[in-house]
């Protein structure tokens, strides 16, 4: 394993052990919930990095959308290196812990598999990042007079995050939909190939008795007796 790479905080990082390191880790724009879909090949492994602050909340969730069996083994541990969460041949799950000061790994397992690649969704979503708080100073900064004022710093401050919460449960949402929707279409594009495998091998099978049954049924009445001279 080569060294660890992080990006500012609250960025996603990608890494992949073993064998080696990814040497360019891909990283997500700064946000607060972040999705991303990657194929992870046949007996390999793929890791990522959180960093995270004192006491919020991350909540990961994951689907395995194509590949054989549809399952994958899933490892999340604390920035001590303590397993929180180990499962195996799993096709979906969710899970939220209480953070503690420090990068968090979750990885995926593919080792077991030594044909099949699977594509993965996961996604983020953090909270009580310590921005809302930092958020609320920088108004009254650019606000004075409140008093002066019909609707309170402190309405309009909820009312913009019941917006924000509500906009972010909507967008969370419809990354949820869109990821069932592509594992319902693999499924069903798997499905479609197998029936028309078989129906191939069942045609080919009734052609085959068929020209077996003819030829045995002409057999039987073939005038096998030699005529004399």
Not at 65 to 90: C, M, N, W, Y
Not at 152 to 158: F, H, R, W
Request: charged share 25%.
């Amino acid at each position: 394993m080569g060294d660890k790479i992080w990006l500012p905080f609250p960025v996603l990082l990608l890494a992949a052990l073993p064998p080696v390191l990814l040497p360019g880790a891909a990283g997500f724009t700064p946000s607060l919930d972040s999705d991303f879909t990657f194929t992870l090949p046949a007996g390999q492994r793929e890791c990522f990095y959180q960093p995270m602050p004192l006491k919020a909340s991350l909540e990961i969730e994951y689907q395995v959308l194509d590949g054989a069996g549809l399952d994958i083994d899933f490892h999340l541990a604390s920035p001590e290196g303590k397993t929180l969460v180990f499962e195996q041949r799993k096709s979906d799950g969710v899970h939220t812990v209480e953070t503690e000061v420090g990068d968090y790994m979750f990885c995926f397992d593919n080792t077991f598999s030594t044909i099949s690649e699977k594509v993965i969704f996961f996604e983020l979503i953090l909270d009580n990042m310590g921005e809302q708080a930092q958020e609320q100073e920088d108004w009254k900064k650019y606000i004075t007079g409140t008093d002066m004022l019909d609707m309170k710093l402190e309405d309009i401050l909820e009312s913009i995050n019941s917006i924000k919460s509500r906009l972010s449960k909507s967008g969370h949402i419809q990354t949820l939909l869109r990821a069932f929707e592509a594992r319902d279409r693999n499924i069903q594009e798997s499905n479609f190939d197998r029936v028309n495998f078989w129906s191939m091998v069942n045609l080919v099978v009734m052609v085959v008795v068929s020209a077996i049954q003819v030829y045995m049924l002409k057999s039987l009445f073939e005038d096998k007796r030699k005529s004399r001279t």
